[in-house]
């Protein structure tokens, strides 16, 4: 009796993961997985650098406006026209907008780390469990193995999903920034024109 295609798409994917558990396995032993990134150590040192980059640009965005805040208020005190009141309030809100954002990456962050932290733990534990199994038979049952691989692979998977997360967040927060909208021109021009010392 042949198989179905959906049947033989789960065989592929199957051997697939198989095949990728045994490659990870290997390179843990030192004994192949040529070309396999150690996600866990790039992941490591991606998420402080994305919470770092995050909090900065947090600061930026509240120090920008306190800036303006404080000109609005010396405009209303003073009745200055310039510079214009309608692309300032624009400003403040861009501003309040993209602190917003920045708060719900940086949460995501914290979820993303926690995630990376399980998978972590899982990855070790799949890998114990292999060696303890395998240790240094020349020949083990498929059925005790192979599950084991393919765990390996999905939690494999998982990580580089996880990885994929922050060059996103990175384009993201590049993209929404207010010094990147509408407002990009008055954004800079703030923070050099004649009203600087009010706004330093």
Not at 3 to 21: C, F, H
Not at 80 to 94: F, S, Y
Not at 100 to 118: S, Y
Not at 157 to 164: L, Q
Request: glycine content about 4%; some cysteine.
């Amino acid at each position: 009796m042949s198989l179905t295609k959906r049947d033989k798409e789960r065989q592929l994917r199957e051997l697939t993961q198989i095949v990728t558990g045994i490659r990870l396995f290997n390179k843990e032993c030192g004994k192949g997985g040529e070309g396999i990134d150690n996600l866990p150590s790039i992941l490591n040192e991606a998420i402080p650098s994305a919470t770092m980059n995050i909090e900065n640009e947090l600061n930026s965005t509240r120090l920008f406006i306190s800036r303006y805040t404080a000109l609005i208020e010396r405009q209303n005190a003073e009745l200055l026209e310039e510079p214009e009141p309608d692309m300032l309030r624009q400003a403040v809100i861009n501003c309040r907008q993209h602190e917003a954002f920045l708060k719900v990456l940086l949460n995501d962050v914290v979820v993303a780390t926690d995630q990376v932290n399980t998978l972590e733990r899982d990855l070790r534990s799949v890998l114990i469990q292999l060696q303890n199994t395998i240790q240094s038979k020349t020949a083990v049952p498929t059925n005790q193995v192979y599950p084991k691989f393919i765990s390996l692979a999905k939690i494999w998977t998982g990580s580089k999903t996880r990885w994929s997360f922050f060059p996103l967040l990175a384009t993201s927060r590049q993209t929404w920034s207010p010094s990147h909208g509408p407002t990009k021109r008055f954004y800079r021009i703030v923070s050099y024109n004649r009203y600087s010392l009010v706004l330093s």
